[in-house]
């Protein structure tokens, strides 16, 4: 298994050909892009749709039958599977999503970037693991969790990169942009279904189990449809949440086991340098500039490509690399080469400062 961030990624194959997919507990079904499937010989013309829900909306998708899946050399049931476009920058040909996970005890080692697959009646649990309930919704675990005081219920998404989502519903039933003042509007994700926007803020604390996250960062859901404005859970922790432990998924038994690695304290960061990037068409653009940030304040706009960021070229840059570059400390100097729509080319300088 290979680690991108906080995107894990494996190789698996269809019959005898190889595939890149992503391991994503939040996807109910094992997805393919239509490029993969089409690749694979998958999409027959007359394939049925079917709706698919994504976080910022529900969109049709192409029916696929998924034979003949195998990760070193273990089968994986076959299964009904999806063609979906997926965002470019996770640069991979599909996901792993609940078949993987109900078929067998699925074990994430976000340090080692290992994954294991045990079977269901021979599991035993990790010695010193901390053990949680464990439900399944609409074929997404939920585990409980405690957000500054508040106790709920939210989903367990290692496909999304990000820290806490919080549904449209939850946001307003709790009052939570009363709560923080201090929020930042700004696209906060994109996958299946589009762009989704909120506002980002800081909360004081979070608690899964007898782990206790500080000031871990959050996303206040502004949607109107697709799983972000779902009453089904609170939200959703992503996988910077989860890349602190190693993670266990026993789906038969229900239960969720944490063993906490050496990343457990990692500080939450946000970006420092206000721009937010999207890979798109082979090349690197600014997707969103957040106001009263470096960026918006070195003329950085949206749509322009980026061509070079600190001297490297952009194009050799992957979305981990590119966005951490983007968000060093305080006082860092970040010179980026841009080209504008009308083609004109500049050099601005990004002086990197908290913004939450």
Not at 74 to 87: F, G, K, R
């Amino acid at each position: 298994m290979a680690r991108q961030g906080n995107y894990l990624f494996v190789k698996a194959r269809v019959g005898v050909r190889e595939v890149v997919l992503c391991v994503d507990s939040g996807a109910g079904i094992h997805v393919l892009t239509p490029q993969a499937a089409m690749r694979l010989g998958l999409l027959p013309p007359d394939s049925a749709t079917r709706n698919v829900t994504g976080t910022a909306a529900t969109v049709a998708a192409r029916q696929i039958r998924l034979t003949q899946l195998s990760i070193g050399g273990l089968s994986l049931a076959d299964t009904e599977a999806v063609a979906v476009p997926l965002p470019s920058s996770l640069g991979c040909d599909g996901l792993l999503g609940y078949p993987l996970f109900a078929q067998w005890v699925v074990t994430l080692d976000y340090t080692a970037s290992t994954l294991t697959l045990s079977l269901p009646e021979t599991f035993t649990p990790p010695t010193g693991a901390a053990s949680l309930p464990l439900k399944i919704e609409g074929n997404i675990p939920q585990a409980q969790v405690e957000l500054d005081g508040i106790a709920c219920w939210m989903e367990l998404d290692t496909g999304s990169s990000g820290e806490v989502d919080l549904n449209a519903p939850f946001v307003e039933k709790n009052k939570l942009r009363e709560r923080y003042s201090k929020r930042i509007a700004m696209p906060t994700g994109i996958g299946v279904g589009g762009v989704s926007y909120g506002e980002a803020a800081r909360a004081t604390q979070l608690k899964l189990g007898p782990f206790a996250l500080e000031k871990p960062l959050i996303k206040l859901s502004q949607q109107k449809s697709g799983a972000d404005a779902s009453e089904r859970a609170a939200g959703r922790l992503g996988a910077e949440v989860l890349r602190r432990f190693t993670v266990t998924f026993d789906y038969g038994r229900k239960r969720l086991y944490l063993t906490p690695n050496a990343q457990l304290r990692d500080p939450f960061s946000f970006t420092t340098s206000g721009l937010l990037p999207l890979y798109e068409n082979f090349e690197w653009r600014v997707f969103a500039v957040l106001p009263d940030s470096p960026a918006s304040e070195a003329g950085v706009t949206t749509d322009d490509q980026i061509l070079a960021v600190d001297g490297r070229s952009a194009n050799k840059l992957n979305l981990y690399t590119l966005s951490e570059l983007l968000r060093r400390p305080m006082g860092t100097r970040v010179p980026l080469q841009l080209r504008a729509s009308t083609g004109r080319i500049r050099r601005v300088n990004l002086i990197l400062r908290e913004l939450l």
